[in-house]
């Protein structure tokens, strides 16, 4: 909050992706928990400043400790050492709308299946980093690392998630059976 009282608006030194939020609740409720469990390197259900600094560190996004505390400490609970889950998704909201406007409420099942599609096309083209239409397992293991996931470490795991999906056995993830893969996930409790 600023000297008048008013709440500043939360800021980020670089323009954000505009993958930061996606118009599929499921698919955007899904990649929240993955990223704060990643954030979250303790697994005590808390995100503190140092987690975050070092989780926006190791994905080149470093922040400083003061805009950090600025756009983040209104988040954390009184008495709470970090963001829970909860305090996450709110200042992730906070961010998108911040940066995107207000996301437009729609009436249950009116959601369109062109935004289904195009929610799952732009997941897609994170994986697939050459833009050729396909994810390899190298596509899939940068993306792992980038992330700090353990499979990374070996390429035979990444390989083994590929032939997972890989339906015409040709050693690659087109979209369409990445599609198959991520109408597949159940998200509990979004």
Not at 59 to 70: P, S, V
Request: include cysteine.
């Amino acid at each position: 909050m600023d000297a008048a009282g008013v709440a500043a608006k939360p800021s980020l030194s670089r323009k954000p992706s505009p993958s930061f939020r996606l118009r599929n609740g499921s698919l955007n409720a899904l990649r929240l928990r993955r990223v704060f469990d990643l954030f979250d390197r303790n697994g005590d259900g808390e995100i503190t400043l140092d987690e975050m600094a070092s989780a926006l560190d190791a994905l080149g996004l470093g922040a400083d400790r003061a805009g950090l505390e600025a756009t983040v400490g209104g988040y954390i609970p009184a008495g709470a050492a970090g963001l829970r889950f909860g305090d996450f998704e709110a200042l992730h909201r906070a961010l998108g709308d911040a940066l995107f406007g207000p996301v437009e409420e729609e009436e249950p099942g009116k959601q369109g299946e062109d935004d289904d599609e195009g929610d799952m096309k732009e997941a897609f083209r994170v994986f697939d980093e050459d833009g050729d239409g396909f994810i390899s397992a190298a596509e899939l293991q940068a993306v792992l690392k980038k992330l700090g996931l353990p499979e990374a470490r070996n390429l035979a795991t990444v390989q083994e998630m590929i032939c997972n999906v890989d339906r015409d056995c040709d050693g690659r993830v087109d979209f369409g059976e990445f599609k198959c893969m991520m109408q597949g996930i159940t998200v509990w409790g979004a």
